[in-house]
Antibody, heavy 124, light 107 residues
Framework: QVQVQQSGPGLVKPSQTLSLTCAIS??????????WNWIRQSPSRGLEWLGR?????????DYAVSVKSRITINPDTSKNQFSLQLNSVTPEDTAVYYC??????????????WGQGTLVTVSS | DIQMTQSPSSLSASVGDRVTITCRAG??????LNWYQQNPGKAPKLLIY???SLQSGVPSRFSGSGSGTDFTLTISSLQPEDFATYYC?????????FGGGTRVEIK
């Protein structure tokens, strides 16, 4: 059974970098049948997919246009985890952030499991 | 980007009621549609994938149907633990997008 466990600070100052980590158990970040995603949720924006990293003979990343200039998602194979960095944050980046596995099977894909969520507040 | 529109945004129902939630995609997505349940303070939980496949461990009172642009999530007999918010999500391409949610409340 795959589990993902998030960690990281809940308070970030404006203009600084938001950093979160998602530790994986029960699967590998290098799996050829999964992708590793970050999603956030706020009252104003609802559930918003931010991006993903995945391995298919080499590493790939996809990012949402809304954050593409500020986001980096990196795998860490030595620790079997992946991370989110979001630069130059503003109060509009205040949200609950989730990591999630994207499972691929029989031509379809879905998010399962999800991390427990981290409320990140951007405030001085 | 593929826009996902859910209706209604909220509904009130009683235990035992049959409840139907609809989700419309801005373009055809075949059956690349997933449904999630979210309780307050918790992460979304997968209920249905590929439009109609029930995730393991999810009660059989939940069912999904549809293809192309129009999809439905049905709860055949609402139970107390089903009062939650439900989201659809397309998995057709990136960016992956979610509907705005349907909050199911106790009547």
């Amino acid at each position: 059974q795959v589990q993902v466990q998030q960690s990281g600070p809940g308070l970030v100052k404006p203009s600084q970098t938001l950093s979160l980590t998602c530790a994986i158990s029960g699967d590998s970040v290098s799996s050829n049948s999964a992708a590793w995603n970050w999603i956030r949720q706020s009252p104003s924006r609802g559930l918003e997919w931010l991006g993903r990293t995945y391995y298919r003979s080499k590493w790939y990343n996809d990012y949402a246009v809304s954050v593409k200039s500020r986001i980096t998602i990196n795998p860490d194979t030595s620790k079997n985890q992946f991370s989110l960095q979001l630069n130059s944050v503003t109060p509009e980046d205040t949200a609950v952030y989730y990591c999630a596995q994207q499972v691929y099977s029989y031509g379809h894909n879905w998010f399962d499991p999800w991390g427990q969520g981290t409320l990140v507040t951007v405030s001085s | 980007d593929i826009q996902m529109t859910q209706s209604p945004s909220s509904l009130s129902a009683s235990v035992g009621d049959r409840v139907t939630i609809t989700c419309r995609a801005g373009q055809s997505i075949s059956t690349s549609l997933n449904w999630y349940q979210q309780n307050p303070g918790k992460a979304p939980k997968l209920l249905i994938y590929a439009a109609s496949s029930l995730q393991s461990g999810v009660p059989s009172r939940f069912s999904g149907s549809g293809s192309g642009t129009d999809f439905t999530l049905t709860i055949s007999s609402l139970q107390p633990e089903d009062f939650a918010t439900y989201y659809c999500q397309h998995s057709y391409n990136t960016p992956l997008t979610f509907g705005g949610g349907t909050r199911v409340e106790i009547k």
